[in-house]
């Protein structure tokens, strides 16, 4: 049963940045894939980026070049850093397991808010 906490969100001008960080109870080197989603207001949640334990990173066409994936296997923590951000963006970051073939575990965590202004 692995625990997610994300943190990092905020409010932030259009054009600016924020980097989110997804602090897992298990090291995430024994997890295939983590991946961030999103959730914008009366939209479905969708992958906004991924990395699998062997570096393998995809991203959203809407954030290719702006967003960034990263890990840190020590810390156990998936980052997302976000530069220049559309107001767009605005929505609810969680971070999940992801695979390609697989649906992520059916359990979302709080997630962190992020939300930007014109």
């Known amino acids: 049963q692995v625990q997610l906490v994300e943190s990092g969100g905020g409010l932030v001008q259009a054009g600016g940045s924020l980097r989110l960080s997804c602090a897992s109870s298990r090291s995430i080197f024994t997890i295939n894939g983590m991946g961030w989603y999103r959730q914008a207001p009366g939209k479905q949640r969708e992958l906004v980026a991924a990395?699998?334990?062997?570096?393998?990173?995809i991203y959203a066409d809407s954030v290719k070049g702006r967003f960034t994936i990263s890990r840190d296997n020590t810390k156990n923590t998936v980052y997302l850093q976000m530069n220049s951000l559309k107001p767009e963006d605005t929505g609810v970051y969680y971070c999940?397991?992801?695979?390609?073939?697989?649906?992520?575990?059916?359990?979302w965590g709080q997630g962190t808010q992020v939300t930007v202004s014109s």
């Open positions: 999940n397991t992801w695979s390609s073939s697989t649906p992520p575990y059916d359990h």
């Open positions: 990395i699998t334990r062997g570096g393998n990173i």
